[in-house]
């Protein structure tokens, strides 16, 4: 167990649609990063936040925002779904901003049909 | 940018055998260097990272992996394979260490089958 939280553990929506997926960080973790995970583009960094505040920004489409809270706890919101952005989107978290390792959580599945 | 290439998607060993999955980066500073394995259903989990210190790298589970700047590789290696150690592999280098953010930049992934 990583410590780190998500839920829902599965989603399916419409086209569309829109969704926020949550994450509560490892206790005493201050960053959380967003990863998506899809058959054709593999593992792709989304975003960081550290302390409430954005650090880094990936690929990450328009219709994507993300937010940390705080209590630290972060949630990825996606809008007007696509079929393409069924994937596994993973939360992580690490103690500080740039040299401790990352800590996954299990993942949210969302299927868009 | 930083970038990995893993060399096989699949691997397949029989139980017993030695593991190696191979991983190649391209990096313009010296690079931060992990791998990580990814059980079925389950999230990733940190096998051991490489920072500028030691080149051979001790990580959970009997792997360990040796970073060779003149070859540009990060293999993982485990002696002795076991059931167990079926599961997804990636490589990952981070981007941002020294500019205050951390962004890792995965492989592609190695599946390893182990056979009995």
């Known amino acids: 167990d990583s410590g780190v939280t998500q839920t829902p553990k599965h989603l399916i929506t419409a086209t569309g649609q829109r969704v926020t997926l949550r994450c509560s960080p490892r206790?005493?973790?201050?960053?959380v990063y967003w990863y998506q995970q899809s058959l054709d583009q593999g593992l792709q960094f989304l975003i960081q936040y550290y302390n409430g505040e954005e650090r880094a920004k990936g690929n990450i489409l328009e219709r994507f925002s993300a937010q940390q809270f705080p209590d630290l706890h972060s949630e990825l919101n996606l809008s007007s779904l696509e079929l393409g952005d069924s994937a596994l989107y993973f939360c992580a978290s690490s103690l500080d901003l740039t040299n401790s390792p990352l800590h996954f959580g299990n993942g949210t599945r969302l299927t868009v049909t | 940018a930083q970038s990995v290439t893993q060399l096989g998607s699949h691997v397949s060993v029989s139980e017993g055998a030695l593991v190696l999955l191979r991983c190649n980066y391209s990096?313009?500073?010296?690079?931060?260097l992990f791998w990580y394995v990814q059980y079925p259903n389950q999230g990733l989990q940190l096998l051991l990272k490489?920072?500028?210190?030691?080149?051979l790298v001790k990580g959970i589970n009997g792997f360990e992996a040796e970073f060779k700047k003149s070859e540009t590789s990060f293999h993982l290696t485990k002696p002795s394979a076991h059931m167990s150690d079926a599961a997804e592999y990636f490589c990952?280098?981070?981007?941002?260490?020294?500019?205050?953010?951390?962004?890792?930049?995965f492989g592609t992934g190695t599946r390893l089958l182990v056979s009995p």
């Open positions: 490489y920072t500028s210190a030691a080149t």
């Open positions: 206790s005493g973790d201050l960053s």
């Open positions: 990952a280098v981070s981007e941002g260490q020294n500019t205050g953010f951390q962004k890792l930049v």
């Open positions: 990096s313009s500073v010296p690079p931060y």
